[in-house]
């Protein structure tokens, strides 16, 4: 408040005397106040109980206690009077005869300011009461200016705690545009102004448009901090300025500015028909760090009239101190960010990688997370039904999800590539098939070879050559069953098996040292074996000790990983006869478990990764798509109350990636309704869980990532109301 409202405030009181006196003596006393000159609003009152409820009522400057009146108890009065005011706030003036010393000295002790001797002398009054009034109104204007300064400091005060408040929800606030919009709100309510914008300096050192109050759309366009010709400094605008030179800048009024160049403000108005005054631009700077964007704040208006004012400069200091926690916030998030960004590039690499292992897995690393997102976000858009209640609820919620979903089969990266890409029964790191087929060679020559000394012994040329291509046709039909009893397509049966042993147990001359130019390691699985003297006949298909690798204790998973698989004893059995008689597929089952143990590979890697909180889960969302609802899966058995539907999430994904895919050799991608049918059938024996199996189809995911996945060859039509329904039918 300025010095002249304060004075116009304390004359506007006028002073005012209230005299307690019998109504006689009260007159008697008006009237020698009134000759004495001083202008005063007099009321008179004759009982002292009606004092306290007056003074109460409307203020007085003074009052005046006739102590010879009969009526009145002077000291009490005075004590009563002091029991609401003090004596600086409201003097209180005794009248008393010249003898009555006892009276007027003890209403001096209750509290009375003065006394005045009767009969009352005009000046002597005067001077007194002009003391006595004086002494009030140096009380009431300091008391003016005390309330004005409590006013000042309750506000500041509220405005400090709005700061503080402002600063530490920024500190938690992990939403960038969340953060902007509230950066610029809580200026904007700090400053008490119609609106602000929020620019943000760029890479290309330019100043753009990050936020504003206003709800219409941001411009594009970008101003540059440099001259782009000159390389000069753009200090033409107030905005690009306060970013330059890291200083806050105040316009009164745009439309008298001289500094700077106002004319984008200007063309704003009128444009839209507003009218901008006042203009404050605060740079954002982490304290003593660089500006990474400015804040311009428009017509603030006075608190108390409403009426828009200059920004004033006490505040401006307030929210110089919100730009800097700004940045710092808009800092710390932004390094957050880039952390997120390296640590989901890094999965995102080893994914790809994992993937380029093997042309047999194709995409899979990479296709199953973006199944796995879709059918999460069809989850989170329901709003009744079974799913109604999962979200994931915030950004982190989505990213940790998206981690586990990258990471789902980290574990392959041990998984030997000839197990992962084994196309036939004898692949090791090569087709040993060839192996077979030089031996069904040397069959063929040593049966010609025997043909021909038949012949040279004289036995009958046409009996010898009948024998040969005997012997010639046995071996290649023999030769053709091994062939195709190696690819694994059709089922071996007990006959199959039992032809296979058979035909093992030809033999064939060997005359070489079958140990010259191993490894040591296979030197050594052989060191037990007894020499036997060259030439030696061996089986046409071998089961030797050596072909088979055993499990070493440290292959197996320790307890407290919780793994409920069944463990084959050795690691591998590379025995032909062993592999040939694989029933199903190419896989032996020491092999089918090297496969699956990618899993538990994936728990050993994760598990021991001390991720932050807010990626806790991504063990579980990673290494749970093996499990089954019927507790059957692996590699923990987990029930169907361990499997959180994200965990169901992914083994969706996992599976009908797999089915579709058109990049594995050994099988031809499934066609879309056979996919669907396979994990119908899923579904039924509670593999896989049926209410995100029906979403997976009613909200169309399937047939969304097929149309961006799947060849079209593919996609036929599917009726998926076959597939819907309780999984009970
Ligand atoms: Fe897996
Ligand atoms: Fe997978």
Not at 321 to 330: C, D, H, T, W
Request: aromatic residues 6%; charged residues 25%; negative net charge.
């Amino acid at each position: 408040m300025s010095s002249d409202a304060l004075t116009n405030q304390f004359i506007a009181k006028q002073n005012t005397l209230l005299i307690c006196a019998e109504a006689s003596n009260g007159l008697l006393m008006q009237q020698t106040l009134v000759a004495s000159g001083l202008h005063l609003n007099i009321a008179l009152l004759d009982e002292s109980d009606q004092v306290i409820p007056a003074l109460l009522q409307a203020r007085h400057d003074l009052v005046l206690i006739d102590a010879d009146s009969k009526a009145i108890d002077c000291e009490r009065l005075v004590r009563a009077i002091r029991a609401h005011f003090s004596a600086i706030e409201l003097p209180v003036l005794i009248s008393h005869d010249p003898s009555a010393l006892d009276k007027r000295n003890a209403a001096l002790a209750a509290g009375a300011n003065d006394g005045l001797s009767k009969p009352i002398d005009r000046d002597e009054a005067a001077l007194k009461i002009n003391q006595c009034l004086t002494l009030g109104r140096f009380y009431h204007s300091n008391k003016v200016i005390q309330d004005i300064l409590e006013e000042e400091i309750k506000t500041r005060t509220a405005k400090l705690d709005m700061l503080i408040e402002s600063c530490l929800m920024m500190s938690m606030e992990k939403s960038r545009s969340k953060l902007l919009k509230h950066i610029l709100v809580e200026g904007q309510r700090l400053l008490n102004c119609d609106g602000g914008t929020m620019y943000l300096v760029t890479e290309q050192n330019t100043l753009s448009f990050a936020e504003r109050t206003r709800d219409d759309h941001l411009p594009f366009e970008e101003i540059a901090l440099y001259d782009p010709a000159t390389g000069q400094a753009n200090d033409v605008y107030a905005s690009t300025y306060a970013a330059l030179h890291n200083e806050t800048v105040i316009i009164d009024d745009v439309y008298r500015e001289t500094r700077f160049d106002c004319s984008g403000t200007r063309d704003f108005d009128a444009r839209s028909g507003y009218h901008t005054v006042s203009l404050l631009t605060v740079p954002m700077a982490p304290r003593g760090g660089k500006v990474i964007g400015i804040l311009q704040f428009f017509n603030t208006q006075s608190p108390a009239t409403g009426k828009i004012i200059s920004f004033p400069p006490d505040i401006i200091d307030l929210v110089g101190a919100l730009a800097a926690q700004a940045a710092v916030a808009l800092d710390n998030l932004q390094l957050v960010q880039i952390q997120k960004d390296t640590t989901e590039n890094i999965i995102r690499i080893m994914a790809e990688a994992l993937d380029s292992k093997s042309p047999h897995t194709g995409h899979h690393c990479v296709r199953v997370p973006e199944l796995a997102f879709m059918l999460a976000e069809a989850a989170c858009n329901e709003s009744s039904g079974p799913l109604a209640a999962f979200n994931f609820a915030s950004e982190d919620e989505w990213f940790e999800f998206r981690v586990g979903a990258w990471l789902h089969d980290c574990g392959k990266v041990t998984t030997p590539e000839y197990v992962i890409e084994k196309a036939t029964k004898l692949d090791t790191i090569y087709n040993r098939i060839h192996e077979i087929r030089m031996r069904f060679e040397v069959l063929l020559r040593d049966a010609e070879i025997a043909s021909l000394r038949a012949r040279l012994q004289g036995e009958d040329e046409k009996a010898a050559s009948a024998r040969l291509e005997q012997r010639k046709a046995e071996l290649a039909d023999d030769f053709a069953f091994i062939a195709s009893c190696n690819l694994g397509k059709e089922t071996m049966d007990v006959t199959d098996i039992a032809r296979l042993q058979t035909l093992a147990r030809q033999t064939w001359r060997r005359h070489f040292d079958d140990r010259l130019g191993l490894s040591r390691d296979d030197l050594l699985r052989r060191q037990d074996e007894a020499e036997t003297p060259l030439p030696v006949d061996e089986f046409l298909l071998r089961d030797k000790p050596y072909q088979i690798i055993p499990r070493k204790k440290q292959q197996k998973p320790t307890a407290e990983l919780g793994i409920k698989m069944d463990i084959p004893e050795n690691q591998y059995n590379f025995g032909e006869i062993y592999n040939l008689s694989v029933q199903r597929g190419t896989l032996t089952h020491e092999e089918r478990y090297k496969i699956n143990e990618h899993i538990i590979e994936t728990i050993k890697m994760l598990e021991q990764m001390p991720f932050p909180d807010s990626l806790k889960r991504v063990p579980e969302y990673a290494t749970t798509h093996h499990e089954t609802l019927d507790g059957k899966g692996y590699p923990r058995k987990l029930c169907a109350s361990a499997l959180s539907v994200p965990a169901r999430i992914m083994a969706i994904a996992d599976i009908f990636e797999a089915l579709t895919s058109s990049d594995r050799p050994y099988k031809r991608p499934y066609k879309l309704s056979e996919s669907l049918k396979i994990l119908h059938d899923m579904k039924l024996r509670r593999h896989i869980d049926p209410d995100l199996f029906d979403l997976f189809l009613t909200s169309g995911t399937y047939r969304k990532f097929a149309e961006l996945f799947l060849e079209p060859e593919q996609i036929d039509d599917v009726d998926i109301r076959q597939f819907l329904g309780s999984a009970s039918h």
